[in-house]
C-alpha cells in the first residue's frame, strides 16, 4: 500500500494496550495460566468468562501484579502494557498499580471516611492541595453515579454505606489514581440487580476513558457491556473475540456448551 | 449417670456464675480493704509532701514521681522496639523457622520471673555499663520485661487487621511501608494500646526489678541517671520494715487509684480515635 493512501484511510486501528504472549503464571509448580495469548484493546471493556478456578481472576491480578504478594508465585511469558513487559526486574509493580485499579469481588471500602477512602489513592501520588482533592472526590464519585447519595456525608465512614454503594464507592476510589487500565473481578457478584445496573450503567460510560478489563461469573453481564469477550477455561484461554461472535457463532465447542449454559 | 440437658444447663449457669462472683468479690474485697485502710490516709499534703521522719510522716511526692517516670521510660524504649518487631515479623518476613522462633522465644521470656530481669539489668546496666541504680537502668529493665507482652499482643493486634484492607491498599498503589502506616498501624491501635496497657500495669506493679536497678533514693530525681524509688517499692520497704502501717496503705491506695486513672486514660483516649475514624 502507497503511503498516501495509508493516510487517507481513517485512523488505524490504535495498537492494544496490553498484549499478553505466551503468558503463564505459576502457584508453586502447578500452572494456574497456561501461555494465554490475548490482546486487550484501548478503551473498550473486555469481559473475562469462564467457571470457578479457570484462572480468569489469576489473569486479573497478573495485570496489576497483585500475584506477587503469594508466595511461590512465578510467571512465563510476556505481559505487555503499552509495548513493555511488566514482569521485567526493573519494573516497578507500585507504579504499575497506580496506572491499574482494581476492583474486588467484594466491596472492601477502608475503615475511614468516604473522602478519605477516594483520596487514598491521589495522596499516595503526592496529591496535597485541598482543591485538588476535592475535586477528585466529586469528579470521582460523579463518574461512578454515586456523587449524589453522599455529597452531604463525605466525612462519615465509608462502612455506613449499603453493598452497591460500597462497590461504587471502590470504583471511584479507582478513578481518582486517574489509570489507564481499570480491573474489575466480579464486581457485581454481591450485589443486587439494580446495583448491578449502576455499576454497568458506569462502566459503559467509562469506557471512553479507560481500558476496562470485567472478570465476570455471570455471562449475560459479559454479553450486556463487553466490547470483546474472553472465554478461559482450566487455565487456558479457549477464544476471544468480538462479544456478538463470541455468543452466537462461538468457534470452540467448549465456548458453546458454556455460553449456552450446558455447563459451568 | 448423665444430667438431663435442662439440669445441665442450670448447672452450669450456677457453676460459672459462682466463678465470676468468686473472682469479683475477691478483687472486690482487696480493693475494700486496701482502700478503707488507706484512703483516709489520702490527703494532698500525703500526695504532695516529702517523707519525713524515716516515711513514719509526711507525704509520697517523690515516689509518684518515680512511678511515673519510670515506666513511661519503659513504654517510650519498648513500644518502638517492640511494635517494630511486631511490624517486621508480621508484614515483612514469611513464616519460617526463625520467626517461629522468634515468637517462641518471646513466649518464654514473657514467663520468666522479673527478680531475673532484676538481676539482669543489676549486673549489666548498673554495673557493666557504669549507669548505677538510676532512672536509666530501671527504664531499660523494664522494658525488656514487657518487650515480649507488647511484640505478642502488637502482632496479635496487626494479624486481626483483614488481609483484604492490605489487598485494597496495595492495589491503590501502596508501598508496604505507607500500607503499614496508613492501614494496618491504625487499625491494629486498639490491641497495641491494651499491650502497652499491659505493660504498663506490670511495670507499676514491679518491685523486684526496680530495687535492683532503680534503686530506692527518695530524692526526686534531677537526670535519668539519679536513683528513684516508685510507690511499689516504697510501699514495699515501708512493709517489710515494718515503719509505718497507715503510710504503706495509704501509698497502696494512691497506686491502685493510679492504675485505673491511667486504664481509664487510655481507653478514654483509644475510643475517641476509634469513633473519629469510623463516624
Redesign the interface.
Given at each position: 500500500m502507497s503511503a498516501p493512501a495509508r493516510d487517507a484511510s481513517p485512523a488505524p486501528a490504535p495498537a492494544p494496550k496490553v498484549r499478553a504472549r505466551g503468558f503463564s503464571v505459576f502457584h508453586g509448580d502447578a500452572p494456574s495460566l497456561r501461555a494465554v495469548t490475548l490482546d486487550i484493546a484501548e478503551r473498550r471493556i473486555l469481559g473475562i468468562i469462564g467457571p470457578a478456578g479457570s484462572g480468569k481472576t489469576t489473569f486479573l491480578r497478573a495485570l496489576n501484579r497483585l500475584n506477587d504478594l503469594l508466595p511461590d508465585c512465578r510467571t512465563e511469558g510476556e505481559l505487555l502494557l503499552d509495548g513493555q513487559d511488566i514482569y521485567r526486574p526493573e519494573f516497578d509493580p507500585v507504579s504499575l498499580r497506580k496506572r491499574a485499579g482494581m476492583v474486588f469481588a467484594l466491596p472492601v471500602p477502608l475503615p475511614m471516611s468516604i473522602r478519605d477512602n477516594v483520596v487514598y489513592g491521589p495522596t499516595l501520588s503526592g496529591v496535597r492541595r485541598r482543591a485538588d482533592l476535592d475535586r477528585l472526590v466529586e469528579e470521582s464519585l460523579r463518574a461512578a453515579f454515586l456523587w449524589d447519595e453522599v455529597k452531604d456525608r463525605l466525612a462519615t465512614s465509608a462502612l455506613r454505606l449499603s453493598g452497591g454503594q460500597q462497590q461504587r464507592l471502590c470504583l471511584a476510589r479507582v478513578l481518582a489514581m486517574k489509570p489507564e487500565l481499570i480491573l474489575l473481578d466480579e464486581p457485581c457478584s454481591g450485589l443486587d440487580p439494580i446495583s448491578t445496573a449502576r455499576i454497568e450503567e458506569a462502566l459503559t460510560a467509562l469506557k471512553a476513558q479507560y481500558t476496562i478489563v470485567l472478570v465476570t461469573n455471570n455471562t449475560k453481564q459479559a454479553a450486556r457491556v463487553a466490547d470483546e469477550t474472553a472465554f478461559f477455561l482450566m487455565g487456558e484461554l479457549v477464544e476471544c473475540g468480538p462479544t456478538a461472535g463470541l455468543f452466537t457463532v462461538p468457534r470452540d465447542p467448549r465456548t458453546a456448551d458454556y455460553v449456552t449454559g450446558r455447563f459451568g | 449417670m448423665r444430667l438431663p440437658p435442662r439440669h445441665a444447663q442450670r448447672l452450669a449457669v450456677a457453676v460459672l456464675g459462682a466463678a465470676t462472683a468468686l473472682t469479683l468479690g475477691i478483687l472486690a474485697f482487696i480493693l475494700a480493704s486496701v482502700f478503707q485502710k488507706g484512703l483516709p490516709h489520702v490527703t494532698w499534703r500525703f500526695l504532695a509532701d516529702e517523707p519525713r521522719d524515716m516515711c513514719r510522716a509526711g507525704g509520697i511526692f517523690p515516689t509518684i514521681v518515680g512511678s511515673l517516670l519510670l515506666p513511661l521510660l519503659a513504654i517510650a524504649i519498648a513500644l518502638p522496639l517492640g511494635a517494630g518487631t511486631a511490624v517486621f515479623l508480621t508484614e515483612y518476613t514469611?513464616e519460617t523457622r526463625l520467626t517461629r522462633a522468634i515468637r517462641f522465644g518471646a513466649d518464654c521470656l514473657s514467663g520468666i520471673p522479673s527478680i531475673l530481669f532484676g538481676l539482669f539489668g543489676f549486673i549489666f546496666f548498673v554495673v557493666f555499663l557504669g549507669m548505677g541504680w538510676s532512672l536509666l537502668s530501671g527504664g531499660l529493665t523494664l522494658a525488656i520485661m514487657i518487650l515480649p507482652t507488647i511484640i505478642r499482643t502488637s502482632e496479635e493486634a496487626i494479624l486481626s487487621v483483614?488481609a483484604?484492607?492490605r489487598?485494597?491498599?496495595?492495589?491503590?498503589?501502596?508501598?508496604r511501608w505507607?500500607t503499614v502506616r496508613?492501614?494496618v498501624l491504625p487499625?491494629a491501635l486498639p490491641g497495641i494500646v491494651t499491650g502497652v496497657m499491659l505493660g504498663i500495669g506490670r511495670c507499676i506493679g514491679e518491685t523486684a526489678a526496680v530495687i535492683f536497678t532503680a534503686g530506692s533514693s527518695l530524692r526526686l530525681p534531677r537526670s535519668a541517671f539519679d536513683s528513684v524509688r516508685t510507690m511499689s517499692v516504697h510501699f514495699y520497704i515501708l512493709a517489710r520494715e515494718g515503719l509505718s502501717a497507715e503510710m504503706a496503705y495509704g501509698t497502696a491506695a494512691v497506686l491502685i487509684l493510679s492504675i485505673l486513672i491511667v486504664n481509664l486514660a487510655a481507653y478514654g483516649l483509644m475510643h475517641r480515635f476509634i469513633s473519629r475514624?469510623?463516624?
Open positions: - | 514469611r483483614p483484604a484492607y489487598e485494597v491498599s496495595f492495589s491503590l498503589g501502596a508501598t505507607e496508613r492501614v487499625n475514624r469510623a463516624a
